[in-house]
């Protein structure tokens, strides 16, 4: 039988037990709130950005390692990208970054994608002139 960590790549398992970005940005000029129903995980990422470029981004996940391992990834992957190219990283790439996850966790990874645009979303919605 597989065993738990055969499951899960090294990079997953490293981002599990060493995520960065962990916390909040009190002055963050977008905050995304996402929850999956079903397992009853929630996600709460928040984004500082400047001259149209995420230059922060940090999250608090109160759900499974794999949705803690891909909050992890996304908020890595989104820093110093425009709005424009953050809005273009979807769940798979995400998921693609830490060396895949398996299938049965690949809706862990959707809920990255949503916080991260549930969170420019509300930036966009601040800052409609
Ligand atoms: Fe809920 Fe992973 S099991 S996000």
Redesign the pocket.
């Given at each position: 039988m597989e065993s738990f960590h055969t499951q899960y790549s090294e990079t997953v398992m490293e981002h599990f037990k060493n995520p960065r970005n962990v916390g909040e940005i009190l002055d963050a000029d977008g905050i995304g709130n996402v929850g999956?129903p079903?397992?009853?995980?929630i996600?709460r990422l928040y984004i500082k950005v400047k001259d149209n470029r995420i230059t922060d981004a940090k999250f608090k996940t109160f759900?499974?390692?794999?949705?803690i391992a891909t909050s992890s990834m996304v908020t890595e992957i989104v820093k110093g990208k425009t709005i424009e190219e953050a809005l273009q990283v979807s769940n798979r790439a995400v998921a693609e970054a830490l060396g895949g996850l398996p299938k049965v966790?690949m809706?862990?990874s959707v809920?990255a994608e949503e916080a991260l645009k549930s969170a420019i979303d509300d930036y966009l919605k601040k800052n409609k002139k």
């Open positions: 999956n079903v397992c009853g995980d996600m759900g499974c390692g794999a949705a966790k809706h862990c809920l």
